[in-house]
């Protein structure tokens, strides 16, 4: 082979081989600059103590992720429990129930809501979604729920529609799509021979549904459940808008909280010593680990059902 | 016979509340787009693209600077992301296929694209704004080109693969180098998916906001130098929005809506690409 077109494939090669490393290169130096810039906070504060303690204090020079890992997990957590059976039903509606020449407008639809960006969100829920929460949804909600014991502690304080469950409603949206498209792929999957034999048994559609279906593709609709909480967790514009920023846990749904996205947006760009940055970094480290960790799991699980 | 009933109407509630569920998923998307469709059109005028923005509290103004600023920061990230993107894409598809290396960087890639965005914008500031001193485009090309990479890199590798291995082997008979063989034959085979996945990570990276707070930061001045903290349309949008005026309001609304339509665009057109390849 000529040398130069010997040299001109292995320059292309490296190219290639670098241009696909960098992929490495900045996971892995994410991880050491985050953990470096938290290193001062790790060490003031600790893990244990930081993760549990709820005071966030720039004056007083204490800090704890508390809160706002509270506020994240809640709020990711409120997001499922509205998209998981909206989403099952979708997909469920897409696979099953739609005529054929609609399906693939429908499942563009359902996806659109994907590309629809954070901030669009954020705009729609602080000056759509929230006087419509404040004025009509969480009154009534109070209404059903403040007489019965226990879960009236869910529902205290004045609806200001700057809440928990309003992030937690325009999160759910954010990550229907998500959990939509990998349960309709795997709804796919299920070998028509199950599915005849069900009918053959004279199973109704739903018995189909329910006990072919669904068990069949339980791993596929579980990694998709994980990767959405994985959005979820780090979302930041549309929650920034919806939450308020208040470093207090409160039990109550209806009252405003934080989440280390929103905190990171709000006070980044204030925080003026060294711990205090320190510690918005160590809640970023917490951040990255938490998502990974859920993506991760949810990237498993995914390989496991392709083999 | 009383049970085959009872099965048939739970059959018709559980079949109607899939179809139910449905119509709320797309109750929500006709809710959202029609609200900001509405109030952004109010706000649409000609001075919104070619005023900069009015001191805070005096009506009037517009967002000129965060229309060009935005379209630097976005062209600068392309530069950077893209042939980044579409080599490492390249690499995995052809020269690692079957390489556990290879396997590694695609997975981590598929998990990068759902990473927490804020989390690359305080990378980047630790990266580049703190030795710099300052806020700068640069900064904020460089955490939007972060969150492209894996995205095109992924887009690549996934159209390359359906570009079917015969071909090369046609090439490669014919005394191809590998790198001719990948440029003359499986590019020119998969441009059109190519081109579609370039542009639709770019519809998603350049609306991107949570990355660019702490990069490229805001500027209510125009200003074309990329060294200088610089604005774009969503960050303004975030700070007007929060803000106390009626008027900053109405210009956030305005952006929101150019936004919409520039996403529903690229997707209409990035579905329409994909569909004439389908075709073929």
């Given at each position: 082979m000529d040398s130069s077109v010997y040299l001109k494939d292995k320059l292309f090669r490296r190219l290639g081989l670098f241009s696909s490393l960098t992929i490495i290169i900045i996971c892995i130096l994410m991880f050491v600059v985050l953990f470096i810039y938290s290193y001062p906070a790790i060490k003031q504060f600790g893990v244990v103590h930081f993760i549990l303690s709820d005071t966030w204090n720039p004056v007083k020079k204490v800090f704890g992720g508390a809160s706002a890992i509270y506020g994240t997990i809640t709020t990711t957590l409120l997001a499922l429990f509205f998209a998981i059976p909206l989403s099952v039903g979708i997909a469920i509606f897409i696979t099953q129930l739609c005529p054929e020449k609609l399906k693939s407008y429908f499942s563009n639809a359902i996806e659109l809501l994907a590309s629809i960006p954070s901030i669009i969100y954020g705009m729609w829920g602080l000056f759509t979604l929230a006087p419509i929460m404040r004025i009509y949804v969480e009154p009534l909600l109070q209404k059903i729920f403040l007489p019965i014991p226990y879960v009236r502690y869910l529902f205290?304080?004045?609806?200001?529609?700057?809440?928990l469950l309003t992030a937690g409603v325009v999160l759910s949206i954010m990550i229907i799509p998500f959990i939509t498209s990998i349960a309709r792929d795997t709804f796919e999957l299920v070998p028509k021979e199950l599915k005849e034999s069900a009918y053959a048994m004279g199973a109704t559609k739903w018995e189909m549904i329910k006990d072919v279906i669904l068990p069949y593709s339980r791993v596929g609709v579980l990694s998709g459940i994980i990767i959405a909480a994985g959005r979820a967790l780090g979302e930041t514009m549309a929650v920034a808008f919806v939450l308020g920023n208040d470093h207090n846990i409160h039990l109550s749904l209806l009252k405003s909280s934080t989440t280390i996205s929103v905190t990171l947006a709000n006070e980044f760009t204030e925080a003026d010593f060294r711990l205090y940055i320190s510690s918005l970094f160590y809640l970023a480290f917490i951040l990255f680990i938490m998502s990974f960790t859920a993506l991760g799991i949810a990237k498993f699980f995914l390989g496991k059902m392709r083999k | 016979m009383r049970i085959e009933k009872k099965r048939k109407i739970k059959n018709y509630i559980a079949l109607s509340l899939a179809t139910l569920t449905a119509i709320i998923g797309l109750f929500w998307l006709v809710f959202i787009l029609t609200s900001i469709l509405i109030k952004g059109l109010s706000a649409i005028n000609l001075s919104l693209f070619l005023n900069d923005p009015a001191p805070p509290g005096i009506p009037g103004g517009g967002l000129r600077c965060a229309f060009i600023g935005q379209l630097i920061i976005t062209i600068l990230a392309c530069i950077i992301g893209v042939p980044i993107g579409v080599l490492g894409g390249t690499f995995l598809a052809?020269?690692?296929?079957?390489?556990k290396l290879s396997g590694l960087v695609s997975a981590l890639a598929d998990m990068m694209t759902s990473f927490p965005s804020i989390v690359v914008g305080v990378f980047v500031y630790t990266l580049v704004v703190r030795p710099m001193g300052h806020f700068s485009g640069y900064a904020g090309a460089l955490a939007l080109a972060i969150i492209m990479i894996p995205i095109i890199l992924r887009t690549t590798e996934e159209t390359l693969k359906l570009i079917p291995w015969e071909l090369r082997e046609a090439a490669f008979a014919l005394g191809a180098p590998y790198y001719l063989v990948i440029k003359d034959v499986v590019y020119r085979g998969a441009a059109t998916g190519l081109f579609t996945g370039i542009m639709l990570s770019i519809a998603r990276v350049a609306v991107e906001t949570a990355p660019l707070l702490f990069t490229s930061f805001n500027n209510s001045f125009l200003t074309l130098n990329p060294n200088q903290p610089m604005p774009s349309l969503t960050v303004t949008i975030y700070q007007y929005a929060m803000g106390p005026y009626p008027d900053w309001h109405r210009l956030a609304w305005g952006a929101s809506f150019v936004i919409v339509i520039f996403v529903l665009l690229f997707n209409i057109a990035g579905r329409f690409f994909i569909k004439k390849r389908l075709k073929k």
């Open positions: 205290t304080g004045t609806p200001l529609g700057i809440d | 052809e020269y690692g296929r079957n390489n």
